[in-house]
Structure formats: C-alpha cells, structure tokens
C-alpha cells in the first residue's frame, strides 16, 4: 500500500506528541506515587496518563474529526472510519511514577488497517522517533537503521501483558537468554524498546499479549529502519496479533525458537 497520509496529519501527529510531552514532563518532576491507581492487578494509570490523552485526542479530533481513536485509557472513539489512530499516551506509567526516564509517547495512524506514521516521543531524553510508510524512520531528524549485531553481542528486551500466562512466557524466555548466556533485560517501555531496536541500541525486542497501542508506532519505526516483525510464532504481525517480535532480523528465527 502506498503512502496514505499527508503533512497535515503527520504535523498534528508531532504536534500532538510534544504537547502532551510538555504535560507530561512537567507532573513528572513534581510527582508523588500516592497519585498512583490501579487498574488490574498489574497494570497502574495515573492522572498524567490521563491529561496525556485528553490533549493528544482533543488535537486529533479537532482537526480530523471523522477519525476514529483507540486510546488505552478511554478505549475506542469516533464513527467507524479509514482512519484509525493509536494512542499510548504514557507508555511506562511504572517507570514514570518512580523519576525513571525510560517513558513515552506513542502515537500512530493507521489507514485501511496498515500503519502509514508512527511517533514515539521520550520527553526527558529529548528524543523523537518517526516513521511513515515508505519514507525511512529518524530520531530527532536523522535517518536511522536497526544494528548488525548478532548471537553473543545482541542485547535482547522482552515485555509482558498483566496476563498470568503471558508473564509465565516472558519469564522463560527470559531464562533460556539468560541461561545460554545472551544479555536479557526488560525496559519498562514497549515503545522505547521498539525504537531503541529501530535506531540500533539493542537488538530485539519480544511481548506476549501486546496491545495495538503500545506496538503499533514501533513496528513502523523497525519496519522503517531495515529491521523485521512478526508475531511470537514467526508470521506476519497484525494489529490483531497477541503478540510481536521485532528484530534487526539477523537471528530473527533463532528468537521465535526461542520464544516457543
């Protein structure tokens, strides 16, 4: 599918991004866990996560508002259209509630089911990720690619959903990297390990159970960048996929081993 979006909606999208990046930016340095809820056993949401949406949705509609919106927060929004916009507004919601920088924004535009734009924005890193369907992915401007590590030298991330089986997945994964002796870690921003795999940081990247709105601007970024995705089983990733593997597609199907 060509490119199906134009510099309006790739402006707003940015604009979007940064705005809510100045919210967000300034409750983190003044905030107090106790504003912290809970809304599963595993996952929190804060009044931020909150505030974050409401301008990244009021900007969307205000100037599309024949789009449709997926948020985590508030759900699905607007009148069945082509376009399809999802919204993470605080992706690392952990990370931000105890000053650890490893947070987002992710924000992405979908046309007839296929991402077209992905952004992902850490405000105290200062770093802007950006991909649009054909075009390359950049971080703050500049063109990137995924890395040409491999094996022994590969640093692999892996994320999980509040699901108990998803988790009990992650986990052996995590013991297989670690027992063969990889380097293994969990981040705590599915958006920023997908841009880091993008821009080369780190190698892969593997979630059970993940959500369209903590992936979906990724996979564009690592798309973009020369790298691969796929779901956990080794085939093509899907907003409907229950889970994602990306990679710099070097070992790609040694980690869907790996993984099963």
Known sequence: MKLMI?????????AAALAAGRELYKRYEKF?????????????????DLASERIIKQMIKDNFPSHQILSEESGLSGQQSPYFWIVDPLDGTTNFSM???LWSISIALCYQGEVQLGIVFAPVLGEIFVAAKGAGAFLNGQPMKVSDKRAKAAINTFCHSSNLKDLKQALRY????????????????????????ASGRIESIGIPGANAWDVAAGVL?????????????????GLKSKGILASNGLDHAKLVRSWR
């Open 174 to 197: 995590y013991e297989k990297q670690k027992l063969d002796n990889f380097d293994c870690r969990q981040l705590g921003s599915a958006a920023i390990e997908l841009a880091y795999v």
């Open 221 to 237: 970024l690592v798309s973009e960048a020369k790298g691969r995705v796929t779901d956990l089983l080794g085939q093509r990733w």
């Open 6 to 14: 134009n510099a309006k909606m790739m402006k707003v999208a940015a």
């Open 32 to 48: 107090n866990r106790a504003e912290v809820k809970f809304k599963s056993s595993r996952e929190i949401v804060t009044k931020a």
């Open 99 to 101: 000053h650890n920088p």
